[in-house]
C-alpha cells in the first residue's frame, strides 16, 4: 500500500470514528413507540442506566456489525443485516415480531435498535405496528417519525414493506414515489392520511 492510500484509508477512518461520536453524545436515549417498545440507536442500547430506568428487559439489535453491550443484564436477538437497498429485511419480520410479542407477555419492554435508530430498526417496528396493530404503511411511518424524526427506512426497505401491507390489507396505502426523499418528506409533512 502505498502512503497516500494509507493516508486515505486513516482519514476514512477518522471520519467515521467522529461520526460514531456524534450519534452516542447527541442519540443515546431510546424514543417510545409505545408502551412496552422503545426504538433507538446503537448509543441508546449502550446506555444502561438509561435503559434500566425505562424498564427495558430485551433488547433487538438489527446490525451485522453490533455486539450487545450488556449480555448479562438484558435479553439479545441480534439479526445480522446491513443496510442496503438490496438487504432482505422481510425474511426477519416474523421472527423480530415474535421476540417483540414475547418479551411484552412476559411483561417486558423491549429496545430496537441498529446503528442510527433510522433504518433498519424503523422498519422493524414499522412491520411490528402493521402486523400487531392493523395500522397501514403509512400510518406506521408518520407515527414513528412523529416520535423519532430521524426515522427513514432505506427504498428496499420500503418496498418490503409495501409487500407486507398488501399482504395484510391487500393494496398500498401509498405508492412507491420515483424519488425516496420526496416519499419521506411527505409521510413526515402528513401529505398521506389515512
Do not use: W
Not at 23 to 37: F, H
Amino acid at each position: 500500500m502505498d502512503n497516500e492510500t494509507f493516508v486515505k484509508n486513516r482519514i476514512q477512518e477518522l471520519v467515521r470514528l467522529i461520526k460514531v461520536a456524534r450519534v452516542y453524545r447527541q442519540d443515546n436515549v431510546p424514543s417510545l413507540i409505545q408502551e412496552g417498545l422503545y426504538l433507538g440507536s446503537f448509543a441508546a442500547a449502550s446506555n444502561k442506566n438509561v435503559l434500566k430506568s425505562c424498564n427495558v428487559t430485551h433488547i433487538l439489535t438489527v446490525a451485522s456489525s453490533l455486539t450487545p453491550a450488556h449480555p448479562h443484564d438484558f435479553v439479545y436477538k441480534v439479526v445480522p443485516v446491513v443496510d442496503k437497498e438490496d438487504t432482505n429485511l422481510e425474511i426477519y419480520f416474523d421472527e423480530c415480531i415474535d421476540f417483540i410479542d414475547q418479551a411484552k407477555k412476559q411483561g417486558g419492554t423491549v429496545l430496537v435498535h441498529c446503528f442510527v435508530g433510522k433504518s433498519r430498526s424503523v422498519t422493524i417496528v414499522v412491520a411490528y405496528l402493521m402486523k400487531r396493530h392493523g395500522m397501514t404503511l403509512t400510518q406506521a411511518l408518520q407515527h414513528v417519525k412523529s416520535i423519532r424524526p430521524v426515522a427513514s427506512p432505506n427504498a428496499g426497505f420500503i418496498r418490503q414493506l409495501q409487500d407486507l401491507e398488501k399482504s395484510l390489507q391487500g393494496m398500498p396505502s401509498l405508492l412507491f414515489l420515483n424519488s425516496h426523499a420526496n416519499l419521506m418528506s411527505m409521510i413526515s409533512c402528513g401529505v398521506f392520511c389515512s
